[in-house]
């Protein structure tokens, strides 16, 4: 729906001026996955390695803005494509104020990533694949989901009863299912420092 009626005000502090202040670069880390890959593990680990070294860091994770933000949506794909418009513009506004966000989503669309992506005019927005099989997933089964997804108590839970598309150009493939929880926030927090988010070791 368009809206004629609004003129955007222009925020007098810019991005820039913000990121100097904090040293280090805004940025957005979308981890996409499956259920059970890891998104919300790596999520709140590189949480804590870069809020330890002083940047200012958010991590949205799917379950949580569905308790709150998205609580009137479904997970239907109409509806799951508004969930990640929503976050796609928090991750924005945070983006803009100079924070560093972790998005923790299945985000199982490569049409609504790619226009999360665009967003940023794809600038320090990382699509980072957070790669497990399904049989690991399901072996997991973290939350109990798969077995009453297969037990038909849940509908449309990703990769059972709707899909999961994958990425086919991430800007990081982290291996969640053979290489540790260590080793995979290490690769990110490398990718950071090479792309200059954030200096130092
Ligand atoms: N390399 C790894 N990276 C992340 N998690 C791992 C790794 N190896 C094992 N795990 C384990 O896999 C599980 C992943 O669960 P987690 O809740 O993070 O998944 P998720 O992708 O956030 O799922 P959901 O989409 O349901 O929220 C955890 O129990 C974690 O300890
Ligand atoms: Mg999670």
Redo the contacts with the bound molecule.
Sequence with gaps: MENNSTVEHTDSIATDRRNIRNGHQSAVLWIT?L????????AYELQERLFEIGCTVVVLD??NIRSGLCKDLSFSDLDRSENMRRISEVSKIFYDVGVITIV?M?SPFKNDRKKAKNLFGGKNFFEIY?KCSLTICEY?D??GFYARARKGEVKNFTAVGSAYEEPENPDLVLD?EC???EN?TKTVLHMLRVHNIFKGS
């Design positions: 996955g259920s059970g890959s890891g998104k919300s593990t790596i799917g379950d923790a299945i957070a997991r973290v939350k969640t290489e540790s929880i995979v």
